[in-house]
T-cell receptor
Framework: DQQVKQNSPSLSVQEGRISILNCDYT??????FLWYKKYPAEGPTFLISISSIKDKNEDGRFTVFLNKSAKHLSLHIVPSQPGDSAVYFC?????????????FGKGTLLTVNP | GAVVSQHPSWVICKSGTSVKIECRSLDFQATTMFWYRQFPKQSLMLMATSNEGSKATYEQGVEKDKFLINHASLTLSTLTVTSAHPEDSSFYIC?????????????FGPGTRLLVL
């Protein structure tokens, strides 16, 4: 049972345009949501996060939007650059306890064409 | 940002042998380390959570006798794949949490590619 879902396995956009990556979740108890960027044969690199009590967080070209009622979040990258081409993982951090486990989606391969 | 290293980055072994993978936090003390496995085109799947000085907590379906985890110090956790078989071939990634920082802050290692022949 996937608690974090990224339904688009891939996305292709033109350089300079906006990239929108989507993520849905089922567990309303998640505290934080995070986006990671990953290249093949490398570990994920943290991009941006958002607390469950907020609806928007912005950092440079990256903005994450959270819609709690829809259990949906999205990552906007604008303007997109060829160097942004990678797999993007959405992850959610569980609430309570002492383990702070991350639950990952399957990822979306973003390709930014020059 | 904080750095987490993994060693080795690549390992090829024969079926039946055991392989040890190290995960180190280089400039912070990791109160908690996590081990993930990623199969091609799949998500990162959490295998186990290890807290320094205590036994690891394994996720459902992960054999603790096959994947031995030791978190002997605040900067080192090891994952030993015992009696490895071809189906254990995967990309193993660790992450480490700095207990002084916010709960959502985890740093990932570069991963270890295991190929069992």
């Amino acid at each position: 049972d996937q608690q974090v879902k990224q339904n688009s396995p891939s996305l292709s956009v033109q350089e300079g345009r906006i990239s929108i990556l989507n993520c849905d979740y089922t567990n309303s108890m998640f505290d934080y949501f995070l986006w990671y960027k990953k290249y093949p044969a490398e570990g994920p690199t943290f991009l941006i996060s958002i607390s469950s009590i907020k609806d928007k967080n912005e950092d440079g070209r990256f903005t994450v939007f959270l819609n709690k009622s829809a259990k949906h979040l999205s990552l906007h990258i604008v303007p997109s650059q060829p160097g942004d081409s990678a797999v993007y993982f959405c992850a959610a951090l569980g609430s309570g306890g002492s383990n702070y486990k991350l639950t990952f989606g399957k990822g979306t391969l973003l390709t930014v064409n020059p | 940002g904080a750095v987490v290293s993994q060693h080795p980055s690549w390992v090829i072994c024969k079926s039946g042998t055991s392989v040890k993978i190290e995960c180190r936090s280089l400039d912070f003390q990791a109160t908690t380390m996590f081990w993930y496995r990623q199969f091609p085109k799949q998500s990162l799947m959490l295998m186990a959570t290890s807290n320094e000085g205590s036994k690891a907590t394994y996720e459902q379906g992960v054999e603790k006798d096959k994947f031995l985890i030791n978190h002997a110090s605040l900067t080192l956790s090891t994952l030993t794949v015992t009696s490895a078989h071809p189906e254990d071939s995967s990309f193993y990634i660790c992450s480490a949490r700095d207990g002084r920082l916010a709960a959502e802050t985890q740093y990932f290692g570069p991963g270890t590619r295991l190929l069992v022949l």
